[in-house]
């Protein structure tokens, strides 16, 4: 499966995006998807995660209360709406795909999108 991620750019703190990642070449409705993003000098981190359905959803403690994923399998896209966005959130995110559901591992994850890149001014 192939993942294309769109949608950052440069908000205001207090500010909100929201991040797309469409998928192709894959049976989209089957997959785990996630969102994970890297800061500069720092590891990538898990974000959140939404089962095959999108019936069930996780999230890092960091921003449970802020962000919130959700999917369209009619249209093989896996969204993460960015709301009340800090500094601290600046990073490229990536979207990934896997066969686990809700997994917060990235090794859990087989395809990868390219990363967007999501940055937050003070």
């Known amino acids: 499966v192939q993942l294309q991620a769109?949608?950052?750019?440069?908000?205001?703190?207090?500010?909100?995006?929201r991040l797309s990642c469409a998928a192709s070449g894959g049976t989209f409705s089957r997959?785990?998807?996630?969102?994970?993003?890297q800061a500069p000098g720092k590891e990538r981190e898990f974000v959140a995660t939404i089962s095959?359905?999108?019936?069930?959803?996780?999230?890092?403690d960091s921003v449970r209360g802020r962000f919130t994923?959700?999917?369209d399998n009619a249209k093989n896209t896996?969204?993460?709406?960015?709301?009340?966005?800090?500094?601290?959130d600046t990073a490229?995110?990536?979207c990934a795909a896997g066969?686990?559901?809700l997994?917060?591992?990235?090794?859990r994850y087989d395809a990868w999108g390219q990363g967007t890149q999501v940055t937050v001014s003070s």
């Not at 997959?31 to 993003?37: A, D, Q, S, T, V």
């Not at 896996?78 to 601290?88: C, D, F, H, N």
């Not at 997994?103 to 090794?107: I, L």
């Open 52 to 60: 095959w359905s999108g019936g069930s959803t996780y999230y890092a």
């Open 103 to 107: 997994a917060s591992r990235s090794e």
């Open 92 to 94: 490229v995110y990536y």
């Open 99 to 101: 066969r686990s559901a």
């Open 78 to 88: 896996v969204y993460l709406q960015m709301s009340g966005l800090i500094p601290e």
């Open 6 to 17: 769109s949608g950052g750019g440069l908000v205001q703190a207090g500010g909100s995006l």
């Open 69 to 71: 994923i959700s999917r």
């Open 31 to 37: 997959l785990g998807m996630g969102w994970f993003r």
